[in-house]
């Protein structure tokens, strides 16, 4: 084989090889999970006559575009505290609205009132939130500790 035909074939390899794991990076990035970033809580008790409210906010990004954001509230000092939300728990709580706040991203507010008597028979302290996001490609992520706030 001449020098010149050898140079081509090991060139050609490598161009090859180089598409191939360019390809499967491709293909892995799609089955990365969702991530959450940017999440905070803002607790505002009752007053007077007028509601409190929990608002939570988290920027969450997923290649394949986020299907869904469910949030749930839990206070440390309760059973969640050693058994942890998991993705089961969270299929029956309440999603989060989403609206598009760059290419792969949504930026996702979740805000529930707090009424007077729901404040005063919940658990005083610190509270998490928990997040479970999920793509459209069907992988999810759950973070049990998305953001904190106090109940006080």
């Not at 007028?50 to 299907?67: I, N, Q």
């Amino acid at each position: 084989m001449s020098r010149r035909l050898a140079l081509s074939v090991a060139t050609g390899v490598v161009v090859l090889g180089g598409v191939g794991a360019g390809a499967l990076a491709l293909a892995y990035a799609g089955d990365q999970p969702p991530a959450i970033a940017d999440s905070s809580a803002r607790y505002t008790a009752p007053v007077g006559e007028r509601d409190g409210a929990l608002t939570f906010v988290a920027d969450v990004s997923a290649s394949s575009g986020v299907r869904s954001v469910k949030v749930l509230a839990w206070p440390e000092n309760s059973s969640l505290a050693k058994n942890r939300p998991t993705a089961k728990d969270m299929a029956a709580v309440e999603s989060a609205i989403c609206k598009p706040a760059g290419q792969d991203t949504v930026r996702c507010t979740y805000t529930a009132p707090v009424r007077r008597s729901d404040a005063q028979s919940s658990p005083h302290g610190v509270w998490h939130v928990a997040v479970l996001a999920t793509a459209k490609d069907g992988t999810t992520t759950l973070d049990d500790e998305a953001a904190d706030f106090t109940v006080g």
